[in-house]
């Protein structure tokens, strides 16, 4: 028996608009600029009004028709309980969810209103610590309904495939008895359903072109002006300061004078070349007074000398200010971009998901199986699924490209692919590298650019390293490329769409993450789901032919032995193979270069003779921490490691490590509560007594 229709169309309106919520919480925590999350944020309050309304409604519906609503009785007595459990939870979370999403806004000073209709102000004062308390309510409920939901849906598929019985059943329309006509044909519904979607990808493609495009100018204008600009004057402050303290002597060396005004004289005029408007006309008049204030006798030079130095001062306030206008104008450009693309993003996955409902369904739940705990602690940390952007989480050394577009994606793919094919020769690999750095001047590219390249490295023809950082896969990526190409060629749709899709990962990979010389080891996992796809190509054409086969597994195994035997941290053989070397020694093979071997094994000793079981590990400054771990680990098999210094952390360590901290008077007063600190070359050991 199914629904009445009224109570249908209640339940999918309530589902749809829930998804809708969920994704929009995601949406919020990756919008940059306020304007677009004041849109995304009114939109998440209307559709929360709604549902309030939306359930209430059914509720109404169920009370009028109850013996339509019961659960039914070929279900087990348990799944009975849980059901009724299930949806009793529901009604109230999803009644008390908008009412906490009121009582929010209302903290955060705003109004609520449906659609503009009407406008309800706070009735009374929140404080911030009753906004904060809001606030975390709210987002565990939103977890907690989240939950709700997948044991929902999971209860639907476990009834489905498991005990045969579709329960679903009840909220579709009854099947009619005569035959189902569409006015519309299939084929016209769906040519206007994608074209809407691929129009607006296309819209919203060469939108974000022409917005990146605008940025690229700006920043490139921004770099060669405010920041040139900047630089020269406060180089010319320096020196003009340095002349002061020299021209204000009893017995003025005339020669150095001389070379501080005319250093001071050049860096301005670079300056000039470069800046405009005001400071350009100040630049001008302060460059006119210097040879006066340098030449100037008595009593008035020292006055002209510190007129000039007011006068650069105000300069420098003045550019910092138009400086940092123009930051926050690339900036706000910048995170328009960038939520423009989320924004329209965001309704293309949800009608894949109505186009292809199953295998998005399953690919959505082995997705959030693997990563949702990953993304919650994420979220703790850094308010963001994807966690911080940067190593530190200080916005130096950032993972993701200063800029998203085509040339960052292809200068990223052209580079990591190239690190994939380093040979022993080393012709072989200039080559390879020649070849990279002619398509990136074709296409205007700089294979150097910092905005797409870890600080402090550089592009440099591929190597065929043994190192696990960066050992390339040669031979395996051309089996890949070999396989890919043998489905495309014998038009097998299953194995050519499950090639598209490890191009399509390799791609958002390069579009994301910046050019690093150790990135190698990060695409293993792309080698290892490829591994799929050269199995179809040997079951293919290669196995009617057993000794092509064992060829080719002899070849791969020999391949091998180099990584193996001539490991540059963990060889085989030689005198610091891993077979007469001693274990604790193993660890430090790859940071020797840091000196700090004796320091590890005291900040072991100390910690395992004091007993403690919980260990906090501060390592902002250093992050090489497992070497510490691994030690102290076969001394204390018990004992547990918290990171130390990080927001959110409620666990009290009895010893905090602190590595290379020994200077940093910040770190000594941060752990003073914990105990004295020790000091342990460039450690710090701070013990509880």
Known sequence: MTHARPLRMAHWAIAILVTCQLAIAVVLTQLRSLAYGQLVLSLHRQLGLVILLL????????????????????????QQRAASLVHGAFYVLLVAQPVIGIFVAWARGDSVGLFGVAQVAAPFEISDVLRERLMTVHATTAMVLFALCLVHIGAVVFNSLVRRVSVIDRMLAPI??????????????????????????????IN???????LSRSTEAFQTGDVAVADQLRAAQVAWKDLSAAATTDHPDAAHV?????????????????????????????????????????????EAIKAIDTTLQDLVDSLSVETLQHRTENDDKAARGHDLIVVTVLPMLLALGAWRKREVAWMAAGVLLINTPQYVRNMRLSGSPLGYESAQGDGFFRWRNERLGWRPLISNALRNTSE????????WNRSVYNAVVSVHRALGLDPQDPDTTWRWTRYDPPRNANHESNANNRWHL?????????????????????????????????????WQPFLARLELPLFVVSAVLVGQLVDGPARRSTWLIAVLSIFLVNNARPALFENCTRQLK?????????????????ISQWDNHASYTESVERVARSGCDLVGLDISRNTLEYPFQALLRERRPRVRFVHAGVPGTTELPCAVLCLDCAEDEKKLAMYSGVGAPIVIGRFLLFLKP
Request: hydrophobic share 50%; net charge positive.
């Open 55 to 78: 359930v209430v409604a059914r509720f109404v519906l169920i009370r009028r028709q109850p013996a339509q609503t019961d659960i039914p009785s070929a279900l087990p007595s348990w």
């Open 176 to 205: 009619p008895e005569d035959r189902l006509v569409n006015r519309i044909p299939i084929a016209a519904q769906l040519f206007l359903a994608f074209g809407l979607v691929i129009g607006t990808a296309l819209l919203v493609g």
């Open 208 to 214: 974000a072109v022409a917005t990146y495009r605008d």
């Open 258 to 302: 001389k070379d501080l005004e005319d250093s001071a004289k050049s860096s301005l005029e670079d300056a000039q070349t470069h800046a405009a408007g005001e400071i350009k006309a100040g630049l001008t008049k302060v460059i006119g007074q210097l040879a006066d204030a340098t030449h100037t006798e008595g009593a008035g030079r020292a």
């Open 420 to 427: 994939q094919l380093g040979a022993r020769s080393n012709q």
């Open 478 to 514: 051309l089996l890949i490329v070999a396989a890919a190409m043998w489905a495309a060629i014998k038009r097998d749709r299953r194995w050519s769409l499950y090639a598209a899709g490890l191009v399509g990962a390799f791609l958002l990979f390069c579009f994301y993450l910046k």
């Open 574 to 590: 030689g005198p610091r193979s891993l077979w007469t070397s001693a274990r604790d020694d193993d660890y430090f093979r790859d």
